[in-house]
């Protein structure tokens, strides 16, 4: 066996361990500083209030009336990794005898064959965004 290189490596180590050795320690209180403040978050400061966010807990009432309703859009996303969003062009059903609706129920269905991860699904109208979700 060959131990011309053990003399190199023995020096490799004792030089790399006495550089180790004489560098400055971080001192504790800076590696166990506390991130986070105890302050309280700022305010707007433009007067708008905050974003509520809700959650739909039980079924949505609907009214008495006839209702109407629209195909809005029918796709199969399978294998749609790279691919543009589907869209669709929405304009008011041609069967709906007003335009003053008393509610207005977005009804969402989707089926899933196998396991889909990090698909992001979101659905806007006229620039809102009306809903957003995700596989994950």
């Known amino acids: 066996m060959d131990f011309t290189f053990l003399p190199f490596i023995l020096l490799f180590l004792l030089l790399s361990f006495s550089?180790?050795?004489?560098?400055?320690?971080?001192?504790?209180?800076?590696?166990?500083?506390?991130?986070l403040t105890s302050e309280p978050a700022t305010t707007n400061t433009n007067g708008i209030p905050p974003t509520t966010y809700f959650e739909v807990t039980k079924p949505i009432q609907l009214p008495n009336t006839k209702p109407c309703s629209t195909l809005l859009l029918q796709h199969d996303f399978g294998n749609s990794?790279?691919?543009?969003?589907?869209?669709?062009?929405?304009?008011?059903?041609?069967?709906?005898?007003?335009?003053?609706?008393?509610k207005i129920v977005l009804e969402w269905n989707a089926t899933c064959k196998g396991r889909q991860l990090d698909r992001i699904i979101g659905i806007w109208l006229s620039g809102v965004e009306l809903f957003r979700s995700c596989t994950a």
Do not use: E, L, W
């Open 19 to 35: 550089i180790i050795s004489a560098a400055n320690p971080i001192p504790k209180a800076v590696i166990f500083q506390q991130h």
């Open 81 to 102: 990794y790279g691919i543009p969003p589907a869209s669709a062009q929405y304009t008011r059903p041609s069967n709906c005898p007003s335009t003053d609706f008393a």
